[in-house]
């Protein structure tokens, strides 16, 4: 089954709103966690990262949260536009695994209406 | 910088038909990871390559799914016979190093459709 995972699959806010998308993860051991946006027909798009030695990590209008003791991770997007509106994915690495590879939840879909 | 090539871009099959997908990572990238991504949900990962040899091809089903990348650059996925549920669009990512931290870039996606 996913190993990492999103509370809502939708997300509706108006233009101008902060956005915040939620993701909870449930291997304890990751140490490393990436945020991804995709638009319809594209591939997925890095936002920001976070590693597990912080708990908050700020980018351009975007900032990740990490609480490790709830292994809960959120995306927060300030004065949401339309042109932020995709599918966001959170991402882990699977240390359980050989490799670098990330591990994806299920999305959530962001809509933005002006 | 140009970015991970993909081709086809679209495929549709009959079941039981053969299907191959391309990728052409970024220039210098030593790791390659092919992924499926069902409509509806995450990407999950096939394969990983680190220059020409495996890391990880745990998940990818072995009995039809073929993958290379010969030399370390460019890498075939490759389906046959392809199944109904294979319907998917294949998502192609390199990274630069081989380190447990980095961002992988990720392609446009070959989508097949399998009938």
């Known amino acids: 089954g996913e190993s990492v995972g999103l509370h809502l699959p939708t997300l509706s806010v108006q233009e101008g709103d902060n956005s915040i998308i939620n993701c909870a993860y449930s291997?304890?051991?990751?140490?490393?966690f990436i945020w991804y946006k995709q638009e319809s027909g594209k591939g997925p798009q890095f936002i920001i990262d976070?590693?597990?030695?912080?708990d908050k990590r700020q980018g351009q209008r975007v900032t990740v949260l990490l609480n490790k003791t709830v292994k809960h991770l959120s995306l927060q997007i300030a004065a949401t536009q339309p042109g932020d509106s995709a599918v966001y994915f959170c991402?882990?690495?699977?240390?359980?695994?050989?490799?670098?590879?990330?591990?994806f939840g299920k999305g959530t879909t962001l809509s933005v209406s002006s | 910088e140009a970015g991970v090539a993909q081709s086809p871009r679209y495929k549709i099959i009959e079941k039981r038909q053969s299907v191959a997908f391309w990728c052409n990572p970024i220039?210098?990238?030593?790791?390659l990871y092919w992924y499926q991504q069902i409509l509806g949900q995450g990407p999950k990962l096939l394969i990983q390559?680190?220059?020409?040899?495996?890391?990880?091809d745990s998940q990818l089903p072995k009995d039809r799914f073929s993958a290379e990348r010969l030399k370390g650059v460019d890498s075939t996925l490759k389906i046959q016979p392809a199944k109904l549920e294979d319907s998917a669009v294949y998502l192609c990512?390199?990274?630069?190093?081989?380190?447990?931290?980095?961002?992988?870039?990720f392609g446009e996606g070959s989508r097949l459709t399998v009938l």
């Open positions: 976070i590693r597990s030695n912080m």
């Open positions: 990512a390199s990274s630069l190093g081989t380190g447990t931290f980095g961002e992988l870039f």
């Open positions: 291997n304890s051991a990751s140490d490393y």
């Open positions: 390559f680190q220059n020409n040899g495996v890391v990880d």
């Open positions: 220039s210098g990238h030593a790791t």
């Open positions: 991402a882990e690495n699977g240390i359980e695994q050989a490799g670098t590879a990330l591990i």
